[in-house]
């Protein structure tokens, strides 16, 4: 008595084909994100990176330019765009479910999405700044201090900034998928030990980014496959267990 049951939030998963539809949505632009900054990031990578040689910036440079650096540039910001239809994707999907999102891992995973996408557009400019330069300005390009320079800011908004926001987006994401029962148990575990990682991982090495495309991936298959097919979370119903008198 004077129990309160909570409200759905939603359309609830009794409209299975629309949570599929979600769940299609959302899976497809992840698996495109994946494929477009993997490909992206190995274009990149050919730029000279910070512990090389002078002169590898300067035979790098210095001779005809390397065109595939830029088409990397490029790729990027496509990359990015799937990624935020990914995120949005992700959240429509959630909302869908009767168990509302709690309001603070849902903003965070807002801003944690945004905030890598931009730290990653920003370090791939600078990182592929000269290379840009090489392919299509007349004038006489910059140094070595100064092209190393745009590559050091490059790797520190990356790998500094990108990798953390990158660990907190796969922390929200993972609490906000598992609360609609989504995502296993298992897969949850090992993405909060994969967002772990990155947010204290200390490497500038290439393929510390290959983890958050790489949990993408899996993610993705798993909502394709789970998204409308499991049961949901029942909702809280306030007090109820004292109307239980074999519970008083």
């Known amino acids: 008595m004077g129990s309160t049951a909570a409200v759905p939030h939603g359309p609830g998963p009794s409209d299975a084909a629309s949570v599929r539809g979600y769940g299609r949505m959302s899976g497809s632009s992840g698996l495109v994100f994946?494929?477009?900054l993997?490909?992206?990031l190995v274009l990149v990578h050919r730029a000279p990176g910070l512990g090389v040689p002078d002169a590898v910036y300067t035979a790098f440079y210095g001779g005809d330019p390397d065109i595939l650096v830029t088409v990397g540039v490029y790729i990027?910001?496509?990359?990015?765009?799937?990624?935020l239809w990914h995120m949005i994707a992700t959240q429509t999907l959630v909302d869908s479910y009767p168990v509302a999102p709690s309001v603070i891992p849902r903003g965070l995973h807002l801003a944690a999405g945004v905030l890598w996408v931009a730290m990653l557009f920003a370090g791939t400019a600078a990182v592929g700044a000269v290379a840009l330069l090489s392919?299509?300005?007349v004038t006489p390009l910059p140094g070595v201090d100064e092209t190393r320079a745009l590559a050091a800011v490059g790797y520190g908004l990356v790998f500094i900034y990108g990798v953390r926001a990158a660990g907190m987006y796969m922390i929200t994401t993972t609490t906000l998928l598992r609360n609609t029962g989504i995502l296993p148990l298992w897969l949850s575990v090992i993405s909060y030990l994969a967002a772990a990682f990155l947010l204290v991982s200390t490497t500038f090495h290439p393929s510390i980014?290959?983890?958050l495309p790489g949990w993408v991936v899996v993610v993705s298959i798993v909502v394709?496959?789970?998204a409308g097919r499991t049961p949901s979370p029942e909702p809280t119903t306030g007090s109820d267990h004292h109307d239980d008198p074999d519970q008083r």
Do not use: Q
């Not at 990027?76 to 990624?83: D, K, L, R, T, Y």
């Open 34 to 36: 994946a494929v477009l």
């Open 38 to 40: 993997v490909v992206a």
């Open 76 to 83: 990027v910001p496509f990359a990015g765009i799937a990624f």
């Open 135 to 137: 392919a299509f300005a």
């Open 209 to 211: 980014l290959l983890v």
């Open 224 to 226: 394709l496959v789970r």
